[in-house]
């Protein structure tokens, strides 16, 4: 089992910056390729990043390719999400994943709790 805990949520103004942190513990995550999702109310949650287990590939979506940047340091079982330019519409829980990337969150079976983006304009 892995347990994953996203920190470095919080209140950003349109424009900043934050830097999501997702810490894994119980196994080591080198197996497993990383996401990033998020979800706001009544909507189902959304692809945002993925990275294959070695770092050599990453894939986002199209409304936070050139903003977005996923990284990750296998040795600290940490995974990053930079998040630059931020935009109202960016405003949503974010959740980390491990299993076997991609966009489809049916293919990641560990799940952190979650950490609030508040983008204020």
């Known amino acids: 089992q892995v347990q994953l805990v996203e920190s470095g949520g919080g209140l950003v103004q349109a424009g900043g910056s934050l830097r999501l942190t997702c810490a894994a513990s119980g196994r080591a995550i080198s197996s497993y390729a990383m996401g990033w999702f998020r979800q706001t109310p009544g909507k189902e949650r959304e692809f945002v990043a993925t990275?294959?287990?070695?770092?050599?590939?990453?894939y986002y979506a199209r409304s936070v390719k050139g903003r977005f940047t996923i990284s990750r340091d296998n040795a600290k079982n940490t995974v990053w999400l930079q998040m630059n330019s931020l935009e109202p519409e960016d405003m949503a829980v974010y959740y980390c994943?491990?299993?076997?990337?991609?966009?489809?969150?049916?293919?990641?079976?560990?799940w952190g709790q979650g950490t609030q983006v508040t983008v204020s304009s």
């Open positions: 990275i294959t287990w070695n770092g050599a590939y990453t």
């Open positions: 994943a491990a299993g076997l990337g991609g966009s489809d969150d049916n293919s990641y079976n560990f």
